[in-house]
C-alpha cells in the first residue's frame, strides 16, 4: 500500500465523520482494489447515540486519525531517510528536536536533496 492510499483511508473518516481511533497501518486491509480500516473497537460517529460530551469529543478530534499518520509519516521520514537515531536509551529526543527544528524552518540535514523539494 502507497502512503497516499494509506492517507486516503485515513482521511475518508473525516468526510463522512467517522472516527476509527486505530487508523494504523497495521489496521488497513486490502482486496487489492480499495482499503479497509479493520479495527473499529474504537470507533466513534455521530450515527451513533451519543451524549452531548461525546458528541463534543467527535468535534474537538475529528482529524486525529489524519494526524496520527501524518506524525507516523514523519517520524519514519526523519529515523529512515534523514538517519536521525534514537537516543541510547530508545527515546525519541533527538527525532523530536529535529522535528521541531525542521517545523521552525530549518533545512531537513541529512534528507537526500530531492526531499526537501517535496516537503
Not at 475518508?12 to 473499529?40: K, P, Q
Not at 499518520?69 to 536521525?84: D, E, H, P, T
Not at 537515531?85 to 531537513?108: F, H, L, T, W
Amino acid at each position: 500500500m502507497s502512503f497516499c492510499e494509506f492517507m486516503k483511508a485515513t482521511s475518508v473518516s473525516m468526510h463522512d465523520s467517522t472516527m476509527a481511533l486505530a487508523a494504523i497501518a497495521a489496521n488497513i486491509l486490502t482486496d487489492g482494489e480499495r482499503l479497509y480500516i479493520a479495527d473499529l473497537g474504537l470507533a466513534v460517529s455521530p450515527r451513533f447515540d451519543l451524549s452531548t460530551q461525546e458528541i463534543l469529543f467527535l468535534e474537538r478530534n475529528r482529524t486525529h486519525d489524519l494526524g496520527y499518520a501524518m506524525m507516523r509519516l514523519v517520524n519514519w521520514l526523519v529515523s529512515a531517510i534523514c538517519g536521525v537515531k534514537e537516543s541510547q536509551n530508545g527515546a525519541p529526543i533527538r527525532r523530536n528536536e529535529y522535528v521541531r527544528m525542521c517545523a521552525d524552518g530549518a533545512d531537513p540535514a541529512g534528507a537526500p536533496p530531492s526531499v526537501p523539494t517535496h516537503l
